[in-house]
């Protein structure tokens, strides 16, 4: 019998295709459901009525912090997953964090972190006040080139941060439900807190989620205004030191939240 992986979705989505191929080589159907809403109380109503009515496992949302906290309070009550595609606030993975959400799109410390490092090793240069970015449209490397085409063509337009982070979201929960042969919030909250859940988001490293605060580990990238108009990429944060025998997750732990100063509790109830 083929299990049936429902997900609701907020924002338009490349790499639909390759993932219906995928599943239906194991045997499984995907079915994205999308929803609009104009306010943090619809996004609510709208993501409690897909979990009660439409059965489905997870919600993907969250454009910025009040909508993602009521995505992230609806999904804790089901029980459900919450993958948080937009906000940053540090809040949400501190003193609010909850169990059943993961944050896909970076947080404000760790933004902060990257510019800080940014800034330090362009000093006595030219620059070094870029802002930090989750994605941009003109990388090329570890494959970034090709996901990146793959979605223009597609949809006409450049993948920008927030189309990465949707994207990064959906392979998340179908690589998790496949891995784990489950969709129920506790088998995917057991599999993505494992060290075996680490995943590919073509930024040249295995991306996983810290057990503290439930934050994507990831790199970002410095982008300098320029002739383009959606300037250039300089620089990847964090870098490791020449000689340095700090781990890949270890050297994406300098962004963000630490375990010993993270407001989150969950991790040691």
Same mark, same amino acid.
Do not use: N
């Given at each position: 019998m083929r299990d049936q992986i429902r997900l609701e979705m907020f924002e338009m989505l490349c790499g639909r295709r390759a993932f219906l $191929?995928?599943?239906?080589?194991?045997?499984?159907?995907? *079915?994205?459901?999308?929803?609009e809403a104009a306010s943090v109380e619809s996004v609510a109503a709208a993501g409690a009525r897909l979990l009660r009515e439409e059965q489905v496992f997870a919600l993907l949302g969250g454009l910025d912090e009040p909508a993602a906290s009521a995505l992230g309070e609806v999904a804790e009550r089901q029980p459900a997953l919450f993958l948080n595609l937009g906000s940053a606030s540090d809040a949400l993975r501190g003193e609010r964090c909850r169990r059943t959400t993961f944050h896909v799109q970076a947080s404000e410390a760790m933004y902060r972190d990257a510019l800080s490092e940014w800034q330090?090793?362009?000093? /006595? $240069?030219?620059? /070094? &006040?870029?802002?930090?970015?989750?994605? @941009?449209? *003109?990388? *090329?490397?570890? &494959?970034? &080139?090709?996901l990146n085409d793959r979605y223009r063509a597609r949809f006409g337009r450049a993948m920008e941060p927030l189309a990465w982070a949707g994207w990064m979201a959906v392979k998340v929960l179908w690589e998790a439900a496949a891995r784990a042969r489950a969709t129920d919030a506790a088998a995917l909250l057991a599999f993505l807190e494992s060290g075996r859940a680490r995943f590919?988001? @073509?930024? /040249?490293?295995?991306?996983?989620?810290?057990?503290?605060? @439930?934050?994507?580990?990831?790199?970002?990238?410095?982008?300098?205004? &320029?002739?383009?108009?959606? /300037?250039e990429v300089v620089a990847e944060v964090p870098v490791a030191a020449r000689g340095s025998e700090q781990s890949p997750q270890e050297l994406l732990d300098r962004l963000g939240a630490g375990e010993s100063d993270s407001g989150c509790t969950f991790a040691r109830q």
């Open positions: $191929r995928a599943a239906a080589l194991l045997g499984q159907r995907v *079915e994205l459901v999308t929803v330090a090793a362009a000093e /006595g $240069r030219a620059g /070094g &006040g870029e802002p930090p970015a989750l994605w @941009h449209h *003109e990388l *090329e490397r570890f &494959g970034a &080139g090709q590919d988001g @073509h930024k /040249g490293t295995q991306l996983s989620f810290r057990r503290w605060d @439930h934050q994507l580990r990831q790199p970002l990238y410095i982008v300098r205004p &320029g002739q383009k108009a959606a /300037g």
